[in-house]
Structure formats: structure tokens, C-alpha cells
């Protein structure tokens, strides 16, 4: 380890959560104008838009329901049964959105299952049309209503404030997360800033349904994008929030358990770990500094793996590159074991109350059981939702996960007894060791729902498309050369 550069990390980690009254920055950042045409950056900044353009190298689709099928039991009645991929680079963020079985085939601006808030996190056309329209307007409708105006995936304007280029947080939601955390918006330093831009979006958040009247009197309902941060930042503090609101995300279709969607609470969980206890931030890592024909520029090809950061790392970490790889391969191992155990153990409890409710178990018997599984389910997904979690924070993932497998285990004695009670005794779960056995179990009707897709893919897509080249929302030079892979496409 240099030890020189840990202590100058850690005066910035202290300097950190104080704050710097001299380096406040453009959190509330005037938003008129916001430039979220992506190409509209290229010509002053061709060096940051050609690395971000790069994020379009990581396209691959890696379909998780696959490779854990556990998980379309683990997510029975809720959308990500449907269709789940690791995620790609930035450049692709809209079109995974757009293709996902999980955001349906709508037919208009009326239609489809999802609501308006899953653009949130997508594109840099959310502030712009927050700005336009306001909040409230902005989260009320469906996912369709802004089809033909949400048109470039992630991008400048997402970090940036258009005029001024500093780092900028756009999205109201992480604002007011924050401040329900206790922190003052005023006082942030440019350093967390690195961290917060991508905190707009890699965080834990539900839908608030909010009641409002819009300009005619009309009582409408918006679901407002909302970070469950009033009782902490903590895997505990966000279920003591939600269970305090009785809130749940869906009801589990064969353990009929109320359930919690963790979303991907990356930078929750990142802060627990020990890079940002040292002052470490996202940026640090996931953008190094690099020379682009003998310019200084910060990388904007935002990278996923550890085979791409490795060098990265070695800026502060002294092993050779393989001694290293070698120590972080061993670590993870030890994650993905104790992780496969745990989602077999709640996929097991799922069945099993599915069972237990077939032979008649009563709700007296199964509310116990039920908890357990809402807790347990919501332990498991929070720890790994975020993907690098293990990377960014890899005590609390393992402690997470560790609680999370107890609590599945409970449930399933629990049931062992209920089911014994019932003239279940020696139930054996059903196999569910591929995609296609899972779904099945899960009631998933993937062919329809790939059908649908691709009518949606060649019809109203196409027009949204179309729509945003036309009116100037999108410039077709940012999308050439993108490829269109999907999990379902044959
Ligand atoms: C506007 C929302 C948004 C912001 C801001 C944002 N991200 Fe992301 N990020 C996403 C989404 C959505 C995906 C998944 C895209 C997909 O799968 O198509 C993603 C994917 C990623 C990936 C995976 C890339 C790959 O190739 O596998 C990494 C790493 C990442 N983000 C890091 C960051 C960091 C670091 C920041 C801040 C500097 C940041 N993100 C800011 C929404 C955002
Ligand atoms: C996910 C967030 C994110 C996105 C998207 C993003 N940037 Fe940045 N950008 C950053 C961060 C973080 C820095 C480093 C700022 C610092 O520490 O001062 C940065 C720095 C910069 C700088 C200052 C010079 C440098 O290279 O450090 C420029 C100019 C810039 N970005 C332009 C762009 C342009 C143009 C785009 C779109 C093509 C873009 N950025 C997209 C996060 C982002
Ligand atoms: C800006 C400097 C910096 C960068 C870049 C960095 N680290 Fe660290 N890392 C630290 C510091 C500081 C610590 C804490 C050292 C300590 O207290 O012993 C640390 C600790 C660690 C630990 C031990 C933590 C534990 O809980 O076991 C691991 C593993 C680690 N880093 C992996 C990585 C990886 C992987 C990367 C690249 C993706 C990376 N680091 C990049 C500064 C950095
Ligand atoms: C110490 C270095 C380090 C820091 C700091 C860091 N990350 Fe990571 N991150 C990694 C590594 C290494 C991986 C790759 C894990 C892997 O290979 O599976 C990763 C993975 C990710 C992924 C998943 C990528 C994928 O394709 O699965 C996302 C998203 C992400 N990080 C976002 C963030 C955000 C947001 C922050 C700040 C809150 C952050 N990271 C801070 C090292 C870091």
C-alpha cells in the first residue's frame, strides 16, 4: 500500500462528511437549457465523447435468468421474472429499457404495464423534461407518454449542468433523499460529487404513489421516484422505513408474500465499505485519469469489470497484477457460494409456502413465515443488486447475505412444521435448475410476451425514433453502429 496517498485519501474522507464551505457546488444547479442531445457536447469536447461513446463496446447481453434461474422464482409476478440481463454500458442504458420484456409492447401513449418513473434512471432527457413539464406531471402516466421524447441514453447533461460543465445532480429524487438523510445540500464537496452524479441513479428507490390536481382540477396520481434514506442508509434503516409504511412492491405469486424490489442501492452500500471510508469515490475507480493526444481528460468510458479497472487499482495498490487478481478471485468465490446458498434456500421457501397454502395453511400459520421471507428475499437482493457490491463493500455484502440465508432457513422450518400439520410431510420442492423449468413454475409466458415485443420493436418504437431525429431531440450520428441484442431475440 502507499501509504502516502492513504493518508491524503483519508483528510478528504474527513473533509468529506463535514463539508467545504469553499467548494460548494451546483447541486441545485439552474437547469434552463439543459443540452441533452448528446452529440450537441461532441464539438467542444470531442476527447470526453468519444470515451463515453465507448461505452457502446460493452453491448454483450449476459442473460442472469439463465445463469441463476432461481431468480424467475425468487421474482414470480413481478416483471423481473420476465427478462433480466447483467447490465451493459451507459451508451445502451435507454435501449435496454426500451427492449426489456419487462417494459411490455405498449400500442400508444396510454398503454403498457410500467409507469413513467422507469425513464428515471435512463436518459439525460428526465431533467430536461422534468424541467418542462414538473415533477408531478413528469411521474404521472405510463411509460408510453414519453416514449417519443426520452431519445438519448445516458449522457452529458445526466452529470453535467449545460451550461456551465461543472457536476451537476438534475434529479430532484436524490436531492430530496438526501436531504431526508440529514445532509446539507449546500455543503458538498467537489470530491463527493465524483460519487453523487452516479448516485442519481445507483440507489435504492420505490415508487411514491402522490395524489396532486393538475392546471384543470383534475385529481391525478403520480408515482414519484423516492429514496427510502429517512431512517438511514443501511440495509436495516431502508427495511425499518418500508415496513413502517407497510409498503411492498408486489405480491409473491406462489408464497403470495408481500415483497420488497431491492433496486440496485450501489452507492448505499458502497459507503459502508473501506475505499469510501478512505475517501475513495465512484469516479476514482470507474473514470481514471487518462492522455487522449496529449490532452489530461477524465476517462468517461465507464467500465464494469475488474479486468478492465485493474490498472486503475494498481495506482494505489502495490501487488503485482496477478498476486492481486488471484486475492480478489478468492474473495468473490466466497460471495458467489454463500449467494447460490441463499437463493436456493428462498427459492425453496417460496415453494414450500406455495405448498403449505394448496393444502390449506391458515394466514395466522403463514404470517411468521411470510416475514421471513420478505426480509430475507429483501437482505439477498440488496446485497447483490448492485452488481460490484462485493467489490465496493465486501464485509457488509457477506454479513447482508449471511442474514438473509438465516432468515430463508427460519421460514423454511417454520414450514417444515405448517406442512406437516397439512399432510405435506416430506414435500420436496420441484426442480427449477433451468430458465425454462423456473419460468414455467413462475407461470411466465415468455413466447407471448417476446411476440408482443417485437410488434412494439417494429411499430412504435421505430415512430418514437423517428419522432426525436425530426423535432431534433436526437442526432442519428450518436447511434451509429449500435447493435440490438436482447436475451429473446433468436
Ligand atoms: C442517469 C442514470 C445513471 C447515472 C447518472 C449513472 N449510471 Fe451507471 N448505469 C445506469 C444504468 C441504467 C446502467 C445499466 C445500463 C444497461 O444495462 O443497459 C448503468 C451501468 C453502469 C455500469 C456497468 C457498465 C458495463 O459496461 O457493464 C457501471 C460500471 C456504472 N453504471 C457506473 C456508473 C458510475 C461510476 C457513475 C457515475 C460516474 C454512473 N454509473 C452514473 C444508470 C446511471
Ligand atoms: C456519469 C457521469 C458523467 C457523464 C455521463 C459525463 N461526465 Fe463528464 N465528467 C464526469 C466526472 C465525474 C468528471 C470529473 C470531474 C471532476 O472531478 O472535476 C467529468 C469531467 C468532465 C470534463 C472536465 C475535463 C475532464 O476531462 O476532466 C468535461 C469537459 C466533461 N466531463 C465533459 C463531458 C461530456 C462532453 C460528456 C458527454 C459526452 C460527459 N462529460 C458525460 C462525469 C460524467
Ligand atoms: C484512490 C486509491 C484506490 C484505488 C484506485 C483503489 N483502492 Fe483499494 N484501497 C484503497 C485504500 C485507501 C484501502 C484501505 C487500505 C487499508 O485501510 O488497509 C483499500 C483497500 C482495498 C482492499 C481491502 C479491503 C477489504 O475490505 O478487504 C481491497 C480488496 C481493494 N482495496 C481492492 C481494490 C480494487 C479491486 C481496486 C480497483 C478496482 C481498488 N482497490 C482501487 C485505495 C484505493
Ligand atoms: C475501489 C474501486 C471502485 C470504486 C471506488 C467503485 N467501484 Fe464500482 N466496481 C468496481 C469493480 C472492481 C467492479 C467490477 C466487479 C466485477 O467484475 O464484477 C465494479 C462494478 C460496478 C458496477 C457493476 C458493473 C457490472 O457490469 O456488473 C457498478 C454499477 C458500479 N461498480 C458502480 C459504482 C458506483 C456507483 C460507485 C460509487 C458509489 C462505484 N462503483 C465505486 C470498483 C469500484
Redesign the pocket.
Known amino acids: 500500500m502507499n501509504k502516502v496517498l492513504i493518508s491524503s485519501v483519508g483528510v478528504l474522507a474527513a473533509l468529506l462528511f463535514i463539508g467545504i464551505a469553499s467548494v460548494q457546488t451546483a447541486i441545485a444547479a439552474d437547469m434552463e437549457g439543459i443540452k441533452s442531445n448528446?452529440h450537441d457536447?461532441?464539438g467542444?469536447?470531442p476527447?470526453?465523447?468519444g470515451t463515453?461513446?465507448k461505452t457502446s463496446e460493452s453491448d454483450e447481453i449476459t442473460d442472469l435468468l439463465k445463469e441463476k434461474p432461481q431468480l424467475a422464482i425468487l421474482w414470480a409476478g413481478y416483471g423481473f421474472s420476465k427478462d433480466y440481463n447483467a447490465p451493459r454500458g451507459?451508451f445502451y442504458a435507454l435501449q435496454s429499457n426500451q427492449n426489456t420484456l419487462r417494459t411490455g409492447a405498449p400500442v400508444d401513449a396510454q398503454t403498457g404495464p410500467m409507469p413513467t418513473a422507469c425513464w428515471t434512471c435512463k436518459s439525460p432527457d428526465v431533467p430536461r423534461m422534468i424541467q418542462q413539464d414538473g415533477e408531478l406531471e413528469f411521474f404521472t402516466g405510463k411509460w408510453a407518454k414519453y416514449g417519443h421524447e426520452i431519445a438519448n441514453s445516458?449522457?452529458?447533461a445526466?452529470?453535467?449542468d449545460s451550461k456551465t460543465?461543472e457536476?451537476t445532480v438534475g434529479r430532484p429524487s436524490l436531492q430530496r433523499g438526501l436531504e431526508s438523510a440529514g445532509l446539507d445540500m449546500q455543503k458538498v464537496s467537489?470530491t463527493e460529487?465524483?460519487s453523487l452524479?452516479?448516485a442519481q441513479c445507483h440507489v435504492e428507490y420505490y415508487f411514491k404513489k402522490t395524489d396532486w390536481k393538475d392546471a384543470a382540477g383534475n385529481a391525478q396520481v403520480a408515482n414519484v421516484v423516492t429514496l427510502p434514506w429517512a431512517n438511514g442508509m443501511t440495509v436495516e434503516g431502508m427495511e425499518s422505513y418500508y415496513d413502517t409504511i407497510e409498503f411492498k412492491d408486489w405480491t409473491h405469486k406462489i408464497s403470495k408474500t408481500p415483497m420488497l424490489k431491492a433496486q440496485h442501492p450501489g452507492y448505499e452500500i458502497f459507503l459502508s465499505g473501506i475505499h469510501a471510508q478512505n475517501g475513495v469515490n465512484c469516479?476514482d475507480c470507474h473514470?481514471p485519469?487518462i492522455k487522449v493526444e496529449g490532452e489530461t481528460?477524465?476517462d468517461?468510458q465507464?467500465k464494469g469489470t475488474l479486468d478492465q479497472m485493474m490498472s486503475t487499482c494498481l495506482n494505489c495498490h502495490d501487488e503485482s497484477p496477478e498476486q492481486f487478481k488471484q486475492i480478489l478471485t478468492r474473495k468473490l468465490e466466497r460471495k458467489e457460494q454463500l449467494m447460490e446458498i441463499t437463493m436456493n434456500n428462498l427459492a425453496k421457501a417460496h415453494l414450500e409456502a406455495g405448498e403449505a397454502w394448496r393444502l390449506g395453511a391458515t394466514e395466522p400459520e403463514m404470517a411468521e413465515i411470510l416475514s421471513d421471507i420478505r426480509h430475507g428475499q429483501w437482505r439477498w437482493d440488496y446485497s447483490i443488486a448492485s452488481h460490484g457490491s462485493f467489490y465496493h463493500a465486501p464485509e457488509e455484502t457477506l454479513r447482508i447475505l449471511g442474514i438473509a440465508n438465516d432468515a430463508a432457513q427460519s421460514a423454511r422450518i417454520k414450514l417444515a412444521k405448517v406442512l406437516a400439520k397439512h399432510g405435506g410431510i416430506g414435500y420436496v420442492a420441484p426442480d427449477f435448475s433451468t430458465k425454462e423449468k423456473a419460468q414455467t413454475l413462475a407461470e411466465v409466458p415468455l413466447q407471448a410476451l417476446v411476440d408482443e415485443k417485437l410488434v412494439f420493436k417494429k411499430g412504435l418504437l421505430k415512430e418514437w425514433e423517428q419522432d426525436a431525429i425530426k423535432r431534433g431531440i436526437l442526432d442519428p450520428e450518436t447511434r451509429k453502429g449500435m447493435s440490438d441484442n436482447t436475451a429473446y431475440k433468436k
Request: charged share 15%.
Open positions: 448528446n457536447w461532441a467542444s469536447y476527447h470526453q465523447y463515453w461513446k451507459h445516458i449522457g452529458c445526466d452529470c453535467h460543465t457536476l467537489e460529487m465524483r452524479v452516479c469516479a473514470m485519469t481528460i477524465t468517461h465507464i
